[in-house]
């Protein structure tokens, strides 16, 4: 059995260390290598994250799933009920120094008041990916490209659609610096940055609602406002995200916020997209949960209750409610 289990690690080594070439005489060395490596690898790994089975020393694999609950009656008023699933999953590779990192959103909720239609109050397509390559310590050159859009139409009323799948879809590419001082935060500053709108509609008030709408003259000098499908822009920009736990992980939180500034129109008009997730544990996989996001985007116009646009304005929604969820 001893000789079984030193050729067994052996075999261990050599897929994992391929090419080196192992001889007899450094067995017990690399022996003991490859045992400080599996356990500062276990280490390394949170309860919810495992290795992919293709490649068990770089790449990185886990996610979660959450379905949120909200019900609230009061007397004389009207009855609520609110569900909200969430799912994320990252994969993430990392080979001497060199990184690659994606992050997946989805998220699509719903509310119902007392007899009224249900209506829609979340709805995301997230995906996140990040190159690096490491400049010294805590500090990499890094190219970013973040990519949202929803799911379905979303409505300002009953008749009025101000959103739909891909309509809008946004397009972030950028390269810059990832300082990195401990595996819980990032902070990516991008000098250069690129920045896609499109909307795959024709419908001019999810146009309007987007800023994709140009007004331009007719023959008789009377304002004609005119679709616009895709707009590019050139700026700078920066991404912060952070995570933790607390209590023993009883509390866990992560949050990001981007930042866009276009240079080349009103650079003093700096888009913002923050989101921080909360989760308290009550009892094994039954969770509270609190959900925040805050949104400010200078050229997508606010859409007035008779449908006439109005201006940017900071966009507010929150969540919370009790909550299933499961880590893998």
């Known amino acids: 059995m001893r000789r079984f289990k030193y050729i067994f690690i052996i ?16 067995t017990d060395a ?14 390394s790994l949170k309860p919810h994250q495992k290795f992919a089975d293709n490649d068990s020393i770089r790449w990185l694999f886990g996610g979660d799933g959450t379905l ?26 990392k080979k001497g120094k060199s990184t690659y990192e994606n992050y997946w959103t989805f998220a699509y909720g719903f509310l119902k008041t007392g007899e009224r239609k249900a209506i829609k109050s979340d709805d ?12 010294m310590p805590k500090l990499y050159y890094t190219a970013t490209l973040m990519a949202r859009t929803q799911f379905t139409s979303g409505y300002k009323s009953d ?17 810059g610096l990832d300082y990195r001082p401990n595996k819980s935060f990032s902070l990516v500053l991008s000098p250069l940055m690129g920045k896609i709108t499109y909307v795959n509609s024709d419908d001019m008030t999810i146009l309007s609602n987007a800023g994709m709408v140009k007004i331009e003259k007719d023959e008789t000098g009377t304002d004609v406002r005119m679709p616009i499908r895709s707009r590019y822009e050139f700026g700078g920009g920066a991404l912060l995200s952070f995570n933790g736990n607390l209590f023993n ?8 916020v981007d930042l866009f500034s276009n240079y080349v129109q009103k650079p003093e008009n700096v888009d913002i997209y923050w989101t921080l997730q909360t989760k308290i544990l009550l009892y094994k996989n039954i969770s509270a949960d609190l959900r925040f996001d805050l949104k400010y985007d ?11 646009i109005g201006e940017p304005k900071i966009q507010i ?12």
């Open 11 to 26: 075999c261990i080594i050599f897929l994992n260390r391929v090419g080196e070439g192992i001889t007899y005489a450094q």
């Open 159 to 175: 008749t009025i659609r101000i959103s739909d799948f891909m309509a809008p879809a946004y397009l972030f590419i950028s390269v």
């Open 317 to 328: 929604r929150n969540f919370l409610g009790l909550g299933l969820f499961y880590q893998f």
């Open 249 to 256: 992980n009883k509390v866990s939180y992560n949050s990001q």
């Open 68 to 93: 949120l609950f909200k019900a609230t009656s009061t007397t004389g008023g009207e009855d609520q009920i609110a569900m909200n699933p969430v799912f994320n999953m990252f994969l993430n590779y």
């Open 298 to 308: 200078d050229d997508q116009k606010s859409i007035n209750d008779d449908g006439s």
């Open 124 to 135: 995301r397509m997230h995906y996140t990916s990040k190159v690096g390559r490491q400049m």
């Open 30 to 43: 690399a022996i003991k290598a490859a045992n400080r490596t599996v356990t500062d690898a276990s280490r």
